[in-house]
């Protein structure tokens, strides 16, 4: 167990490869309750509106049930956090409610942040990532497991989307993740999560699933492109550099930091997200110096052993003129110079 | 190579010494907690080592870690094999998990090693 942002965590629970490999295979089951989780009372519509002025991703008029990946910026373009905005059916089915899913470490950051830009809104913050817990089941089996157990199979929910539904009691169910397999995230007060985790864990280990922990959950990121806030994503780093831009609508609508943003669209000296693929085993990680001939040309922000792709692979802010793919760079790991290449993200793609 | 005859340091490398020659690896503990080995990165034949001086890296999933030279010589043999079956060193640490072999030039370092006993008491103490 490590501490991370306050939370003990489990890094592994036996293997790292085994816990990779049985989330890409079958299932792996991930306590993420550290992740913020905030919900959002008052008006439904001023709310949406709202919360679209502080997202790069509009989220204003969306219909109830879906969830939109988006950054949350400064004035400067810089990312506050990458969160996810949910719109979702409770209960009842006729009251949709609002809430957000941020990264642990920033918690703190974005509830002030938030509470900052509220004005004269009458809008209320909740923030209950301590009353409530978040399991992600990860996996080809993932739903078919969830599905025995709840009285919504996820399976026929869209991707990015959720709803209220009952597990065990009262729970939001999304069809989400972090490790580029198809799957689905629970939410629930904590009081019933300690059952929820050991039902659904005994109907996984049936088929060869399990827990996997927090090292496993950076390899499986990773290899689905997906960044890593603190890694790929920071004040420093402009959102028009993270090259997300399915996050980013920037057309007839205004966000904190959206001139910032276009600005730093145009600006061509600025550094770009890429993927390498490294010869050899031999990880570069975050820190790593990647050149073209002699010319220092940006730095490694992650890096693993791939175990999927049985590869060394990266991301790094690059310049735009060794960005293109099949880019011949090398990267300096711990002064020992070692030849990479451009490639596109994500590195792994699920079998469709 | 039963390890109770071998010699430990703190940041868990073995010494075999024999004529003159220490013939080192990692022990199993430094495996068991690595896990998923992936890499090794070795010296050549004829690099010169020192007490405590790095003469390798050693890759998991999770970190990188240097491993440190328990003697002070020149390094004689490199195990170049074993980058391809980094499962040897789960399998048989002690044995043919050997990494390199340094012709000693004294015994400096060796006085501060561990026997095998006081070097599982430091290991339990410290998990």
Sequence with gaps: MVDFAGWEMPVQYSSIMDEHHQTRKAIGMFDVSHMGRIWFSGDREEIGQWLDGLTTRRVAGIAPGKIRYSLVCSQTGGILDDVLVYYLPDASGDQPFWMMVCNASNRAKIVAWLEQHIGGRAIKLDDRTESTAMIAVQGPAANQVVAKLSSVDPDTLGYYTGTSCQLLGDVILTRTGYTGEDGCEIMCDASIALEIWEKVYAAAQEIGGGASGLACRDTLRLEAGMPLYGHELGEDVNAAQTDLRFAMQLKDREFTGKAAIVAAMKDSSLPVRVGLQLEGRRAAREGCTVFVGEKNVGTVVSGTFAPTLQKSISMAYLLPEATELGTEVTVDIRGKSHPAVVVEVPFYKRPS | ?127
């Design chain 2, 1 to 127: 190579m039963n390890p109770e005859n071998l010699l430990f340091a703190d940041t868990h490398e073995w010494a075999a010494v024999e004529d003159g020659v220490a013939t080192i690896g990692i022990s199993a503990n430094a495996v068991e907690a690595l896990t998923d080995l992936v890499y090794m990165e070795l010296p050549s034949v004829g690099d010169l080592v020192d007490v405590g001086q790095a003469f390798g890296e050693v890759e998991s999933v999770k970190a990188t870690s240097e491993m440190y030279s328990p003697v002070a010589g020149e390094i004689v043999e490199v195990n170049s094999s074993i980058v391809d079956s980094l499962e040897t060193l789960n399998t048989d640490p002690y044995e043919a998990g050997w990494i390199i072999k340094v012709k000693m030039n004294g015994d400096t370092g060796v006085d501060k090693l561990l026997s095998y006993t006081d070097y599982q008491k430091q290991c339990d103490e410290a998990s």
